[in-house]
DNA sequence: ATAATTCCTACTGTGTCAATAGGTATTTGA
DNA sequence: TCAAATACCTATTGACACAGTAGGAATTAT
């Protein structure tokens, strides 16, 4: 699956900002573009992205950056995936033009394009930041151990 | 899902060649544009797509057109998909240069890209056009039914 | 005041999709 | 043998989204 980099820095961004947010203080967007290398321009928009979509508020000013505005464990990847890119979760379309002269196009969605359709909202909405970020950390636990021992 | 057209049309034109060479007639780009509402010169192209991955042979001239080179039933739509569009079953890449540096994008991979990639791996390779068929025929029958009763 | 920060808007290059178009090569049937 | 039908090939186009780059305006802490 082709995913842009919008979806993916949103996402690595958002867990930023949970992860350096957890002693209280804000996360701004050039910690995060040194951090996770990414174009802080860039990085700029996303954020806007993410403060629309009700994930994270921005204190302008100097000392100024983004905190969650609610806790990770509350944040779905279903709805991350849905302020990010409209088009991943969404129902295969079929214009009302062609569904009634042709059933095969509609046999295709009900068949296939539904199912996995439903399998992916069901785990994303089963899978929050805090998960991921919990995956995270034991996953580079891990690797620090496997450095250890190297 | 974000379904192209052209892995749309091409499911379709398989399936309808799949049924409608059954008595052991060709199906001609013609006749599957009228029947499934196509562009016949984009229908073509796909149609060229399919036949260099095997799926179809097609024989020139008059009365000439397609046929399967093997029974629907060995088609499987992991193929039929990774012939259409490389990207829907591909891996979500990230480049070597980035790897080391951040381990938050390859988290996310591990976290949730692979895990949704496998499913429907496993969901498309379990699943052939034959299958489709018979769901297609079943629940055009019920329609049919249920037009009755109307 | 000044520096740091979010926030806003415009622009650009690149690539893919979804066709449209026109033609060539081959085969069958009359 | 000729004409029609068909697959097959290649070029072009318009629209759109992505992935940034760029410049600055608004706001806030010190």
């Given at each position: 699956m082709r995913i842009s980099t919008r979806v993916e820095?949103?996402?690595?961004?958002?867990?930023?900002?949970?992860?350096?947010?957890?002693?209280?203080?804000t996360v701004s967007s050039a910690?995060?573009?040194?951090?996770?290398?990414?174009?802080?321009?860039?990085l700029e928009q996303i954020l806007v992205i993410l403060r629309q979509a009700g994930f994270i508020r921005g204190q302008k000013g100097s000392r100024g950056?983004?905190?969650?505005t609610r806790p990770a464990g509350k944040i779905s990847f279903q709805d991350i995936l849905n302020a990010l890119d409209n088009t991943i979760l969404a129902d295969t379309y079929?214009?009302?033009?062609?569904?009634?002269e042709n059933d095969l196009r509609c046999s295709v969605n009900s068949c296939v394009w539904d199912k996995l359709n439903s399998y992916m909202r069901e785990f994303t909405s089963n899978m929050t930041l805090a998960d991921f970020i919990d995956h995270h950390k034991s996953s580079s636990e891990s690797d620090e151990a496997l450095m250890y021992y190297i």
């Open positions: 820095f949103g996402i690595v961004a958002l867990a930023d900002i949970a992860i350096y947010s957890e002693n209280g203080s910690d995060i573009s040194q951090r996770q290398n990414i174009s802080q321009k860039y950056g983004y905190t969650l079929i214009s009302e033009d062609d569904k009634n």
